[in-house]
């Protein structure tokens, strides 16, 4: 007998006939899986309170509680949350331990699903647990999760599916705030609180809302982190977006000068920045982010610290090995290129001599200069150092200085031209410059603007970056730092400004914006 066109053929599991000459032994897998496990982990509502991870929900009670009220003597804190009402059939057994078992093998608390039958495997022992499904005396039924309506007659009736949220919040009542600090509460008043309704996902990923069946659509939009693009032909830009909070961007014109812009308001000077994140002077921040020279004057040359900053400085004197005084590394009046410079730094050469016109050509003060006698300041930190200044130092017998060479330094001279702009001398007048920029109505006092500017970037309830926006800012500037570090700190903002300041001379690299990589669902 000849076989049937449709016994040639296998059928699927859902009953289709399946025409495909190769088969495959990979099932389907569900496409709204992803979106059905992103809300369970939201929810968390088949776990206790000991079991649940802190995302979703458990995180955002946990970054909004405590709250303490203005005078600091009242305190509302978060215990836990429940979604649902857990009890059977007639409810005699209420709560979620009715569907925890303890484990015969090695005594762990476990997990029960009834829908996978009365045994249950220890994930931790392996060990097998039979018998351990809770039934009620009364109803003969199971503790499971009890709606009004399923999600069929919420369609049919136009109700809602959705599930009671309810949260155990503590009261504490305090004396004053230092027993508040010590933990030392003089009431405690504890209360299960109805929120309100939640509404729950079907197994198809969707959601009812009065009848209607709705879907939640997935978007990309940018990760936190920092972002670095090209706004000019020599204008760059530096974006830090946190997962929640104030917006800093950093950006830098055709003219050399750094700005700073926070939330979209009015600019400052890109070192007011800094300041107020903890370098305290324009001499705390030359030191941060260039090389310090040490140098002597002479007559009519100047003896310089060796440093790996020296490429092509033509030197005066030949250049000796300390060693062997027969081996000149540098002839006099040829230049230091790099094979000499690194065989005179590995030989332990200190200091070479230089002429004063060609290496102070672009210099400028590392620090303060002063006269010992009268204490009177003669040069700023940050001044050029000029021909006059030179003569006039010398006239005075002051002859050690604090230098930089901005332009044989990788982040050039934006910093110093900056500092030009920068009216502030310290960290309090830089902390009174972003208060006045960002509340120009309010007065400017230090300790206000302290407290302001701590709590924009500093507290973790306004300010984070989130695991994601920290593990980006490590990879892209090579720190180490921990996920749960989720605030910005001083060496946060030095290297994302050291960076942006590169960006000039082509050592970094641009983001793409619209590359996926920078985005996350």
Excluded at 234 to 246: M, Q
Excluded at 256 to 280: N, Q, S
Excluded at 445 to 454: M, S
Aim: aromatic share 8%.
């Amino acid at each position: 007998m000849s076989q049937s066109v449709w016994e040639r053929y296998h059928r699927t599991e859902s009953g289709r006939y399946s025409f495909a000459r190769i088969s495959s032994d990979l099932p389907l897998p569900h496409l709204m899986e992803l979106q059905r496990r992103s809300y369970q982990e939201f929810l968390q509502m088949d776990l206790l309170p000991e079991e649940r991870q802190d995302v979703g929900l458990q995180a955002v009670f946990k970054q909004i509680f405590p709250i303490v009220d203005y005078r600091g003597i009242c305190q509302l804190d978060f215990v836990d949350y429940t979604v649902g009402v857990w009890e059977c059939l007639c409810g005699h057994l209420k709560g979620l331990e009715y569907l925890r078992t303890t484990c015969d093998g090695c005594g762990a608390r476990i997990p029960v699903n009834p829908e996978e039958g009365d045994s249950v495997v220890c994930p931790q022992c392996g060990t097998l647990n039979r018998e351990v499904l809770q039934v009620c005396p009364k109803c003969q039924t199971y503790v499971h999760l009890k709606n009004r309506y399923t999600d069929r007659e919420c369609k049919e009736r136009g109700a809602t599916y959705s599930a009671p949220l309810r949260v155990r919040l503590r009261l504490s009542l305090f004396e004053t705030p230092e027993d508040r600090e010590a933990g030392r509460p003089k009431e405690v008043k504890e209360q299960l609180v109805y929120f309100g309704d939640i509404p729950l996902m079907t197994e198809f990923g969707t959601f009812i809302i009065n009848g209607t069946e709705r879907v939640i659509v997935s978007q990309l939009h940018r990760s936190p982190g920092a972002y670095f693009r090209q706004i000019g032909r020599r204008s760059y830009l530096a974006e830090v977006l946190p997962y929640y909070g104030a917006w800093i961007e950093l950006m830098y014109d055709r003219r050399g000068i750094l700005h700073a812009r926070i939330d979209r308001r009015k600019k400052v000077p890109g070192t007011v920045l800094l300041k107020a994140f903890g370098l305290e002077s324009n001499q705390a921040i030359l030191q941060r982010f260039y090389q310090i020279h040490h140098v002597r004057l002479h007559e009519e040359a100047i003896e310089v610290e060796l440093t790996d900053r020296l490429v092509n400085v033509r030197v005066l004197q030949d250049v000796v090995h300390p060693k062997k005084k027969s081996h000149v590394i540098v002839p006099a009046m040829e230049r230091l290129t790099r094979p000499r410079l690194e065989e005179a730094l590995a030989a332990g050469v200190k200091t070479v001599m230089a002429r004063t016109r060609l290496l102070f050509r672009r210099a400028y003060l590392a620090e303060d200069v002063v006269d010992p006698k009268t204490g009177e300041v003669l040069a700023a930190v940050a001044s050029e150092v000029t021909p006059e200044l030179v003569e006039t130092l010398m006239k005075k017998k002051i002859l050690d200085l604090a230098v930089v060479f901005p332009d044989r330094e990788p982040i050039g001279d934006t910093l110093i031209l900056t500092m030009a702009k920068d009216k502030t001398q310290d960290r309090k007048e830089a902390l009174r410059e972003i208060f006045k920029k960002l509340r120009p109505g309010d007065q400017a006092t230090t300790e206000t603007a302290r407290i302001f500017f701590e709590e924009l970037f500093w507290n973790p309830r306004r300010y984070s970056l989130g695991a994601v926006g920290r593990l980006k800012l490590n990879t892209k500037l090579g720190m180490d730092k921990p996920l749960t570090q989720t605030t910005l700190d001083l060496d946060d903002i030095c290297r994302i400004t050291e960076y942006a300041l590169k960006l000039q001379r082509n050592l970094t690299q641009v983001d793409d914006i619209d590359s996926l990589a920078n985005r996350r669902v």
